[in-house]
């Protein structure tokens, strides 16, 4: 059963606005949280994290924000590019298990012109 | 340049006939993993290992094996291949032994390989 839930599997945006992708867990022991992109033919690569003990993180463009009592995590994109287009990976790490990462399904972002 | 490196990129092969993939990473990463990632189901991890003849099951290593006989190389093994197998393979690594510890420290990953079963 999958512990990390990423319920649209794509996303459409305009170029200039808002992209804010979605990402659901059930293990009350996940404690750290990673977003990873993907463009095809390569291999996934880091972009944004977030500790349980914090409720948002800023990077550039890109800001994730951590709602645990309702096991929810949101990645914004703002504003969007092209060069934004590629799937979204939401990762998320058991503190009882370090070694392991558990990962959604991945969310497709298409940045239209 | 820093990378992780799988070999082949493409692999069609028939049931039964063993194969490997290999990877390696010139990072001097401690910590080594495989996933694969199949529609819908995201990246599930296969097998990882935190140092030189260290490895252990992640959530799905039936049917595969792994060694680590050296650093720098992570072999995946599938010794009687079967369709179910058909999936995009991916390697990773990270400096530390806990690869999350701290946000310097992510996975690292290849860029894939896509391997085929019929």
């Known amino acids: 059963d999958q512990q990390v839930k990423q319920n649209s599997p794509s996303l459409s945006v305009q170029e200039g606005r808002i992209s804010i992708l979605n990402c659901d867990y059930t293990?009350?022991?996940?404690?750290?949280f990673l977003w990873y992109k993907k463009y095809p033919a390569e291999g996934p690569t880091f972009l944004i994290s977030?500790?349980?003990?914090?409720d948002k993180n800023e990077d550039g463009r890109f800001t994730v924000f951590l709602n645990k009592s309702a096991k929810h995590l949101s990645l914004h994109i703002v504003p969007s590019q092209p060069g934004d287009s590629a799937v979204y990976f939401c990762?998320?790490?058991?503190?009882?298990?370090?070694?392991?990462?558990?990962f959604g399904a991945g969310t497709t972002v298409t940045v239209r012109a | 340049e820093a990378q992780v490196t799988q070999n082949p990129r493409y692999l069609i092969t028939v049931t039964g006939k063993k194969l490997t993939v290999t990877c390696s990473q010139n990072?001097?990463?401690?910590?080594m993993s495989w996933y694969r990632q199949d529609p819908g189901l995201g990246l599930r991890q296969i097998y990882y290992?935190?140092?030189?003849?260290?490895?252990d099951k992640g959530d799905v290593p039936e049917g595969y094996k792994v060694s680590r006989k050296e650093k720098r190389n992570f072999p995946l093994i599938l010794e009687s291949p079967s369709p179910n197998q058909t999936s995009l393979y991916f390697c990773?690594?990270?400096?530390?032994?806990?690869?999350?510890?701290?946000?310097?420290?992510?996975?690292?990953f290849g860029n894939g390989t896509r391997l085929t079963v019929t």
């Open positions: 290992s935190m140092n030189v003849e260290v490895t």
């Open positions: 990762a998320a790490r058991d503190w009882g298990n370090d070694y392991k990462l558990s």
């Open positions: 293990n009350s022991m996940f404690d750290y």
């Open positions: 977030i500790s349980s003990i914090k």
């Open positions: 990072m001097n990463h401690e910590y």
């Open positions: 990773a690594s990270s400096l530390y032994i806990n690869p999350t510890i701290n946000n310097n420290s992510p996975l690292h």
